[in-house]
């Protein structure tokens, strides 16, 4: 019976975390674990649920996190500007990329969001690294890719023709939907379609300009025809841009220096590259409509190879801006200060992200605190706080940006680096969430019960169990002590006032105001440690 117990608070904690959303939004406002997202963030995307309807548009981010800050993310999560949210339960594998695309072109339905990557199911619905999100539900497309997906884009291949634009996918897949479609495909509302006999590694970048799709990746050849790492795709034929490069494209963005102003718009492209042809350009480089020119003197980085992630341009006073992201030690001129936080590999401090202004490069922030720790992979423009001035966003695979720690994800406010969440919330993992329906004595507000790994919610000690009363957390006694893999409760529910909390767990404590029972799980092995947990707060 203690088992069958066990499975049905598993099972219950489950469903209140799908039924309680709406009011853990209203009632959690400090991160878990360092405010952000638990491991790398490698997209970033706006995304408006009702198009021009009330609700207001987000920021979703996808990566390699199986948990947001407040627990309630599987790679994949909305930013409201307080706090992350959920996105249908998310997916159950890895995101690379993110995109909006119109399924039903100029008819009534808003863009859905489109999610790309290394899963096979998202929000429960079979989906074979790609699917779509419509702001409530999941949708495959077909029968999807059988590999990972990287990158996505929107594409009219005929321009001012009939055909309505379509959304085209490039990875490491061999087959799209039911077809041969080596590393690229093209969905065009019903099936996938071939681009030719496609390219011979994986894609990791795509832009549109100047009426064609511009990809970049790691292969050498498309359509059979040699373009080391960048290729042109006309609507029907591929195309070389001059010698390519001699390493992996893997960012590419569209850059117009003076905005409309007589400088044309060019293609910029990044990535892990010294040269172009006998022309060095360092990572990073623009086209000039017959070959590749260096932005300044590139950049410059703690392995061999230059390595830019991101690119993304921004329009700031009629002029405009090009952000990079990746690892830098130098950007330009611009070197990692010392004394600015470490990259582990080399020990080398870096840039995360550095900006280009046309001429020159610069360091978002100045001193120590224009660095972070790790790489930079994904950037963004949002309104978090509606006072109509977005600001930058930049995900990675970092711990520290600026003077801040936060987890993978912060924001640039174009003069200081702040992460995402107020104060520390909880020092690690967050496994359960469950709403009370009885209101604590101390406040009006039904209680939220989190369980974990964590020691701690914000300053205050609290042993793998908390309690969110509206404006702070508080701990149970003195909690529980878990031992099933790094040490958590694994569910909570609420029976009446009674909180159950589910795990392989040690005995806890009792304080004055808090009672705690724990019940041996006599069916289980007694070096397990099983226990469910009873606490009248």
Same mark, same amino acid.
């Given at each position: #019976?203690?088992?069958?117990?066990?499975?049905?608070? %598993?099972?219950?904690?489950?469903?209140?975390?799908?039924?309680?959303?709406?009011?853990?939004?209203?009632?959690?406002?400090?991160?878990?674990?360092?405010?952000?997202?638990?491991?790398?963030?490698?997209?970033?995307?706006?995304?408006?649920?009702?198009?021009?309807?009330?609700?207001?548009?987000?920021?979703?981010?996808?990566?390699?996190?199986?948990?947001?800050?407040?627990?309630?993310?599987?790679?994949?999560?909305?930013?409201?500007?307080?706090?992350?949210?959920?996105?249908?339960?998310?997916?159950?594998?890895?995101?690379?990329?993110?995109? =909006?695309?119109?399924?039903?072109?100029?008819?009534?339905?808003?863009?859905?969001?489109?999610?790309?990557?290394?899963?096979?199911?998202?929000?429960?619905?079979?989906?074979?690294?790609?699917?779509?999100?419509?702001?409530?539900?999941?949708?495959?497309?077909?029968?999807?890719?059988?590999? *990972?997906?990287?990158?996505?884009? +929107?594409?009219?291949?005929?321009?001012?023709?009939?055909?309505?634009?379509?959304?085209?996918?490039?990875?490491?897949?061999?087959?799209?939907?039911?077809?041969?479609?080596?590393?690229?495909?093209? *969905?065009?509302?019903?099936?996938?379609?071939?681009?030719?006999? /496609?390219?011979?590694?994986?894609?990791?970048? #795509? +832009?549109?300009?100047?009426?064609?799709?511009?990809?970049?990746?790691?292969?050498? !050849?498309?359509?059979?025809?040699?373009?080391?790492?960048?290729?042109? *795709?006309?609507?029907?034929?591929?195309?070389?841009?001059?010698?390519?490069?001699?390493?992996?494209?893997?960012?590419?963005? +569209?850059?117009?220096?003076?905005?409309?102003?007589?400088?044309?718009?060019?293609?910029?492209?990044?990535?892990?590259?010294?040269?172009?042809?006998?022309? !060095?350009?360092?990572?990073?480089?623009?086209?000039?409509?017959?070959?590749?020119?260096?932005?300044?003197?590139?950049?410059?980085?703690?392995?061999?190879? $230059?390595?830019?992630?991101?690119?993304?341009?921004?329009?700031?006073?009629?002029?405009?801006?090009?952000?990079?992201?990746?690892?830098?030690?130098?950007?330009?001129?611009? !070197?990692?200060?010392?004394?600015?936080?470490?990259? !582990?590999?080399?020990?080398?401090?870096?840039? =995360?992200?550095?900006?280009?202004?046309?001429?020159? *490069?610069?360091?978002?922030?100045?001193?120590?605190?224009?660095?972070?720790?790790?790489?930079?992979?994904?950037?963004? #423009?949002?309104?978090?706080?509606?006072?109509?001035?977005?600001?930058?966003?930049?995900?990675?695979?970092?711990?520290?940006?600026?003077?801040?720690?936060?987890?993978?994800?912060?924001?640039?406010?174009?003069?200081?680096?702040?992460?995402? /969440?107020?104060?520390?919330?909880? /020092?690690?993992?967050?496994?359960?969430?469950?709403?009370?329906?009885?209101?604590?004595?101390?406040?009006?507000?039904?209680?939220?019960?989190?369980?974990?790994?964590?020691?701690?919610?914000?300053?205050?000690?609290?042993?793998?169990?908390?309690? %969110?009363?509206?404006?702070?957390?508080?701990?149970?006694?003195?909690?529980?002590?878990?031992?099933?893999?790094?040490?958590?409760?694994?569910?909570?529910?609420?029976?009446?006032?009674?909180?159950?909390?589910?795990?392989?767990?040690?005995?806890?404590?009792?304080?004055?105001?808090?009672?705690?029972?724990?019940?041996?799980?006599?069916?289980? $092995?007694?070096?397990?440690? =099983?226990?469910?947990?009873?606490?009248? $707060?």
């Amino acid at each position: #019976m203690q088992r069958s117990r066990r499975t049905l608070l %598993w099972t219950c904690a489950s469903s209140l975390v799908a039924s309680i959303t709406a009011g853990a939004q209203s009632l959690v406002s400090t991160g878990f674990e360092s405010p952000g997202l638990s491991d790398a963030v490698t997209a970033l995307a706006t995304f408006d649920p009702d198009g021009t309807g009330s609700a207001p548009a987000v920021l979703v981010a996808g990566g390699a996190f199986p948990a947001s800050a407040q627990g309630l993310a599987n790679y994949l999560a909305a930013w409201n500007g307080s706090f992350w949210t959920s996105l249908g339960g998310g997916t159950d594998g890895r995101i690379s990329a993110l995109t =909006t695309f119109d399924t039903d072109g100029a008819g009534p339905l808003p863009a859905s969001l489109v999610v790309a990557g290394a899963f096979t199911s998202a929000g429960g619905v079979g989906a074979n690294r790609i699917a779509l999100w419509n702001g409530s539900t999941f949708a495959a497309l077909g029968q999807g890719l059988d590999d *990972w997906a990287s990158t996505v884009a +929107v594409f009219d291949d005929d321009g001012a023709g009939p055909n309505a634009p379509a959304l085209y996918v490039g990875g490491d897949f061999e087959h799209a939907g039911t077809i041969s479609a080596l590393g690229i495909a093209r *969905w065009n509302g019903t099936n996938f379609e071939a681009l030719g006999s /496609g390219i011979d590694g994986p894609a990791a970048a #795509m +832009v549109v300009f100047d009426g064609a799709l511009y990809v970049g990746g790691f292969f050498t !050849t498309a359509g059979g025809t040699t373009v080391n790492g960048i290729a042109r *795709w006309t609507g029907s034929a591929w195309q070389a841009l001059a010698a390519g490069f001699d390493g992996a494209v893997q960012a590419l963005a +569209v850059y117009d220096p003076d905005g409309a102003g007589p400088i044309a718009a060019a293609l910029v492209a990044g990535g892990a590259f010294q040269l172009s042809g006998s022309t !060095t350009v360092n990572g990073i480089a623009r086209w000039t409509g017959s070959n590749w020119a260096a932005l300044g003197t590139g950049i410059t980085t703690p392995s061999a190879y $230059p390595s830019i992630r991101a690119l993304l341009t921004v329009t700031e006073g009629g002029a405009t801006k090009l952000y990079a992201a990746g690892l830098a030690r130098t950007a330009g001129s611009v !070197t990692a200060p010392s004394g600015s936080v470490p990259e !582990t590999p080399g020990g080398q401090a870096v840039l =995360t992200v550095a900006s280009w202004d046309g001429s020159t *490069w610069a360091t978002l922030g100045s001193g120590a605190t224009c660095a972070a720790n790790e790489s930079g992979r994904a950037l963004a #423009m949002f309104d978090d706080d509606g006072d109509g001035t977005a600001s930058l966003f930049v995900g990675g695979h970092f711990t520290v940006a600026g003077a801040n720690s936060t987890a993978g994800v912060a924001r640039w406010s174009g003069t200081a680096w702040t992460r995402l /969440g107020a104060g520390e919330g909880l /020092g690690a993992s967050v496994h359960a969430l469950a709403l009370g329906s009885t209101p604590l004595p101390s406040t009006s507000a039904s209680p939220i019960a989190a369980g974990g790994a964590f020691a701690a919610a914000g300053t205050t000690p609290a042993n793998r169990v908390a309690l %969110w009363d509206g404006a702070a957390w508080q701990p149970l006694g003195s909690g529980v002590a878990g031992t099933i893999l790094d040490g958590d409760a694994r569910a909570v529910a609420w029976l009446g006032a009674e909180l159950y909390v589910g795990g392989k767990l040690a005995v806890g404590g009792a304080a004055t105001s808090t009672a705690v029972t724990l019940t041996p799980a006599a069916s289980t $092995p007694p070096s397990e440690d =099983t226990y469910v947990a009873s606490v009248t $707060p």
